[in-house]
């Protein structure tokens, strides 16, 4: 008997130990079935810019702020161009390019490039971050923040890698290739690699245009009030105006001509998975505030109260912000709140504001909804969070939540389900509801279980005017990283959902749906042998050439004559077909034979000149960007203290002009009291005397005469 007591400290340890493992893991589970923290933006679009949605085989024309994730493609035409935006990165295409996303979650950007020039801007690179560039010849991935342009041929047999700054490698052919800030590399073939390294070439409109871009990125007002891990703040400068509140902070107050303007009014809802309904906004700037932050009124004004800014040291406190597909709540009643009045006749919404928990609709585990919530408003706590997720997802109680926004009256926006489902202009279809309706209505933090159609998932474009030819489509491309598996067609996601009652699967559910991870249209790289560059001017591995020209010139020029015009599109002339052609196909890239012999140590010490020189001009560059933003801050500081002195001068104006209305209207009042006094005077005064002398006067006249 002596043993029992013994064994039960072991028992209790062991049982301890189970328990505590197996809670990570049941959070581990949950953590792993809820949807990625962030989503690109297509944030710039212009000329004929065309999307097809993951899953489908639609073109449609490109509408600026779709949120995109993986699977999605996008192709510009002649003379086009494009932004995707990706919180730290923003990925520019020039004409006649063909994207698309292999992968986008929470660590890993994969891109897929059939053609075309590519210009990726990398701002910040975590530790655990992966950014991933897959041609059809090889895979470039970002080692350092910096700057990078991609050039892939038409016949997807040479793809040109230029670093202007930062670091990356190259992995092709059994071999891994290190590229350095200031080499401009082609890369030939696809079993084996030839290798030319060039300098860099001189920029052209493509490399003018994505300067201007970064200016404006690296410039923006906004950054001093929003987190940079907010896609698409950059826009706000020139849309609105940022303004002190105490009670918020500073918030964004956007300029709008709309009389009756309010928040998810002026846009569309498209169904993209795994979150389900989506709000894209009509505005230039239409993304940042309405998939990040709160909305609120102040002074009968709408207001974007933004995510905290980045602190200069991140602490284990900051939160990045997860982006979510739309921070609203949901009308029910009898006419209106499909899936919560229990009448298809129409939906009805309003935006959340700062002091509201935001429920998402979708598949989520508690931390997720912490994040999503904390990392947007700066005024709902972890504690408020719980109890509405308890409420909400774990009881499934339904409770008459009263929301901050709720009772404005400018904020409910309703339309009918068709429209809803369509992707039609909400700001041309609204229904009309009533105010005291609105008021006395219950609300519901879960979007309605709407079943959407395949119009939700193509959303609002028109069908594409111009397409990718069929080969720049189907072409494989080469991935270090084996990527997940193609989104479902659909038909099928469409026959999940509605399976579903209306919602979106979890991750999970997504997952076991798919079909196997191996895509007809990747070859995954294997094992590959570190490698060197060859010095620059030099090349390997070199062909057979005809006329001192390499081959895989003549194969493009082959290529060009057969290969026949984008659809819809008239024949471009030859001058113009060769202003996007890669770096391969200028004069110094030469074959060997053709190539001056060169001392390697003389070879050496100018590459060491100009490493240094590179150096110092890098150096050179972040002294006076610093020197602007320094500038720019000076400025803006004077601007700030000269609104803050006008702002004084106004309330001192104000402040004199009320003392002299209230002086004047205390003089008027003084002055109607003394003539109301001197009324009552002349009032109450006993009426005049009359003289005695004539009195006597009458007496005598009166009397008569005597005998």
Same mark, same amino acid.
């Given at each position: 008997?002596?043993?029992?007591?013994?064994?039960?400290?072991?028992?209790?340890?062991?049982?301890?130990?189970?328990?505590?493992?197996?809670?990570?893991?049941?959070?581990?589970?949950?953590?792993?079935?809820?949807?990625?923290?962030?989503?690109?933006?297509?944030?710039?679009?212009?000329?004929?810019?065309?999307?097809?949605?993951?899953?489908?085989?639609?073109?449609?024309?490109?509408?600026?702020?779709?949120?995109?994730?993986?699977? &999605?493609?996008?192709?510009?035409?002649?003379?086009?161009?494009?932004?995707?935006?990706?919180?730290?990165?923003?990925?520019?295409?020039?004409?006649?390019?063909?994207?698309?996303?292999?992968?986008?979650?929470?660590?890993?950007?994969? +891109?897929?490039?059939?053609?075309?020039?590519?210009?990726?801007?990398?701002?910040?690179?975590?530790?655990?971050?992966?950014?991933?560039?897959?041609?059809?010849?090889?895979?470039?991935?970002?080692?350092?923040?910096?700057?990078?342009?991609?050039?892939?041929?038409?016949?997807?047999?040479?793809?040109?890698?230029?670093?202007?700054?930062?670091?990356?490698?190259?992995?092709?052919?059994?071999?891994?290739?290190?590229?350095?800030?200031?080499?401009?590399?082609?890369?030939?073939?696809?079993?084996?690699?030839?290798?030319?390294?060039?300098?860099?070439?001189?920029?052209?409109?493509?490399?003018?245009?994505?300067?201007?871009?970064?200016?404006?990125?690296?410039?923006?007002?906004?950054?001093? /009030?929003?987190?940079?891990?907010?896609?698409?703040?950059?826009?706000?400068?020139?849309?609105?105006?940022?303004?002190?509140?105490?009670?918020?902070?500073?918030?964004?107050?956007?300029?709008?001509?709309?009389?009756?303007?309010?928040?998810?009014?002026?846009?569309?809802?498209?169904?993209?998975?795994?979150?389900?309904?989506?709000?894209?906004?009509?505005?230039?700037?239409?993304?940042?505030?309405?998939? /990040?932050?709160?909305?609120?009124?102040?002074?009968?004004?709408?207001?974007?109260?933004?995510?905290?800014?980045?602190?200069?040291?991140?602490?284990?406190?900051?939160?990045?912000?997860?982006?979510?597909?739309?921070?609203?709540?949901?009308?029910?009643?009898?006419?209106?709140?499909?899936?919560?009045?229990?009448?298809?006749?129409?939906?009805?919404?309003?935006? $959340?504001?700062?002091?509201?928990?935001?429920?998402?609709?979708?598949?989520?585990?508690?931390? /997720?909804?912490?994040?999503?919530?904390?990392?947007?408003?700066?005024?709902?706590?972890?504690?408020?969070?719980?109890?509405?997720?308890?409420?909400?997802?774990?009881?499934?109680?339904?409770?008459?939540?009263? /929301?901050?926004?709720?009772?404005?009256?400018?904020?409910?926006?309703?339309?009918?389900?068709?429209?809803?489902?369509?992707?039609?202009?909400?700001?041309?279809?609204?229904?009309?509801?009533?105010?005291?309706?609105?008021?006395?209505?219950?609300?519901? #933090?879960?979007?309605?279980?709407?079943?959407?159609? %395949?119009?939700?998932?193509?959303?609002?474009?028109?069908?594409?005017?111009? !397409?990718?030819?069929?080969?720049?489509?189907?072409?494989?491309?080469?991935?270090?990283?084996?990527?997940?598996?193609?989104?479902?067609?659909?038909?099928?996601?469409?026959?999940?959902?509605?399976?579903?009652?209306?919602?979106? $699967?979890?991750?999970?559910? +997504?997952?076991?749906?798919?079909?196997?991870?191996?895509?007809?249209?990747?070859?995954?790289?294997?094992?590959?042998?570190?490698?060197?560059?060859?010095?620059?001017?030099?090349?390997? @591995?070199?062909? #057979?050439?005809?006329?001192?020209?390499?081959?895989?010139?003549?194969?493009?020029?082959? %290529?060009?004559? @057969?290969?026949?015009?984008?659809?819809? %599109?008239?024949?471009?002339?030859?001058?113009?077909?060769?202003?996007?052609?890669?770096?391969?196909?200028?004069?110094?890239?030469? #074959?060997?034979?053709?190539?001056?012999?060169?001392?390697?140590?003389?070879?050496?010490?100018?590459?060491?000149?100009?490493?240094?020189?590179?150096?110092?001009? &890098?150096?050179?560059?972040?002294?006076?960007?610093?020197?602007?933003?320094?500038?720019?801050?000076? $400025?803006?500081?004077?601007?700030?203290?000269? !609104?803050?002195? *006008?702002?004084?001068? *106004?309330?001192?104006?104000?402040?004199?002009?009320?003392?002299? !209305?209230?002086?004047?209207?205390?003089?008027?009042?003084?002055?109607?009291?003394?003539?109301?006094?001197?009324?009552?005077?002349?009032?109450?005064?006993?009426?005049?005397?009359? &003289?005695?002398?004539?009195?006597?006067?009458?007496?005598?006249?009166?009397?008569?005469?005597?005998?």
């Amino acid at each position: 008997m002596r043993t029992i007591p013994a064994k039960w400290p072991v028992i209790f340890a062991a049982t301890f130990a189970l328990l505590f493992l197996a809670s990570p893991q049941r959070a581990a589970a949950q953590d792993q079935d809820d949807p990625p923290a962030r989503a690109a933006r297509l944030s710039y679009a212009q000329g004929a810019v065309s999307f097809e949605p993951g899953g489908t085989d639609d073109w449609v024309d490109a509408v600026v702020n779709r949120p995109m994730t993986t699977g &999605d493609k996008i192709w510009t035409d002649r003379d086009s161009r494009a932004e995707v935006r990706i919180d730290s990165y923003a990925v520019r295409l020039g004409p006649l390019t063909g994207f698309s996303f292999l992968n986008l979650d929470d660590n890993t950007v994969q +891109i897929r490039v059939t053609e075309g020039s590519l210009n990726l801007r990398v701002r910040r690179l975590d530790d655990d971050q992966t950014v991933e560039v897959d041609t059809p010849n090889l895979a470039f991935n970002v080692l350092r923040p910096g700057s990078y342009r991609i050039d892939v041929n038409e016949n997807g047999d040479t793809t040109v890698v230029a670093v202007r700054n930062g670091q990356g490698e190259v992995t092709g052919g059994g071999s891994a290739y290190p590229v350095h800030a200031g080499d401009s590399v082609s890369f030939y073939g696809a079993d084996q690699l030839d290798v030319n390294v060039q300098g860099l070439p001189d920029d052209d409109d493509f490399d003018r245009w994505n300067g201007d871009r970064d200016r404006r990125w690296d410039h923006s007002t906004a950054a001093r /009030y929003v987190s940079d891990d907010v896609v698409g703040y950059e826009d706000l400068d020139e849309s609105g105006g940022w303004r002190e509140v105490p009670e918020y902070g500073t918030i964004w107050f956007p300029h709008t001509t709309i009389v009756g303007w309010a928040p998810y009014r002026y846009g569309h809802w498209v169904w993209i998975s795994p979150w389900g309904w989506t709000w894209v906004d009509d505005a230039p700037w239409g993304f940042a505030p309405f998939h /990040y932050g709160r909305w609120v009124v102040v002074g009968g004004v709408w207001g974007w109260v933004p995510s905290p800014p980045r602190p200069a040291v991140v602490t284990v406190a900051y939160v990045r912000p997860v982006y979510a597909p739309a921070l609203v709540a949901w009308v029910g009643g009898p006419r209106f709140g499909v899936g919560v009045g229990g009448v298809a006749g129409g939906v009805a919404w309003f935006p $959340l504001g700062p002091r509201d928990v935001y429920c998402p609709s979708y598949h989520v585990s508690p931390r /997720y909804v912490e994040r999503v919530n904390i990392s947007n408003t700066v005024i709902v706590n972890r504690t408020q969070v719980t109890n509405v997720y308890n409420t909400v997802y774990v009881n499934k109680t339904v409770t008459n939540i009263t /929301y901050q926004n709720q009772r404005e009256g400018n904020a409910v926006t309703a339309t009918s389900q068709a429209s809803f489902t369509s992707a039609q202009p909400v700001g041309r279809n609204m229904v009309r509801v009533d105010a005291r309706e609105v008021a006395s209505a219950p609300v519901a #933090p879960l979007t309605p279980a709407v079943a959407p159609q %395949q119009r939700s998932v193509m959303g609002a474009g028109a069908p594409a005017r111009v !397409r990718p030819p069929a080969a720049v489509t189907a072409r494989p491309v080469v991935a270090k990283t084996a990527p997940p598996p193609a989104p479902l067609p659909v038909t099928r996601q469409l026959q999940a959902v509605q399976a579903n009652g209306g919602r979106p $699967l979890a991750v999970s559910q +997504i997952r076991q749906a798919q079909p196997e991870a191996a895509r007809a249209n990747v070859k995954v790289a294997a094992p590959a042998q570190q490698a060197t560059l060859p010095p620059q001017g030099q090349r390997t @591995n070199s062909r #057979p050439t005809q006329n001192n020209q390499p081959a895989v010139q003549t194969q493009q020029n082959q %290529q060009n004559n @057969n290969r026949p015009a984008t659809t819809n %599109q008239p024949n471009q002339p030859a001058a113009q077909q060769n202003v996007n052609r890669p770096a391969n196909n200028r004069a110094n890239d030469r #074959p060997p034979s053709a190539q001056p012999k060169v001392d390697p140590q003389v070879e050496q010490k100018q590459q060491q000149q100009l490493e240094q020189l590179r150096r110092q001009q &890098d150096q050179e560059r972040q002294r006076v960007e610093q020197q602007q933003v320094q500038q720019q801050q000076k $400025l803006a500081q004077q601007q700030a203290d000269e !609104r803050r002195q *006008q702002h004084t001068q *106004q309330q001192q104006q104000q402040q004199l002009e009320q003392l002299e !209305r209230k002086h004047d209207q205390e003089q008027q009042k003084l002055q109607q009291s003394q003539q109301k006094e001197a009324q009552q005077q002349k009032q109450q005064a006993p009426p005049p005397k009359k &003289d005695n002398k004539d009195s006597k006067d009458k007496d005598k006249k009166d009397r008569p005469p005597s005998p």
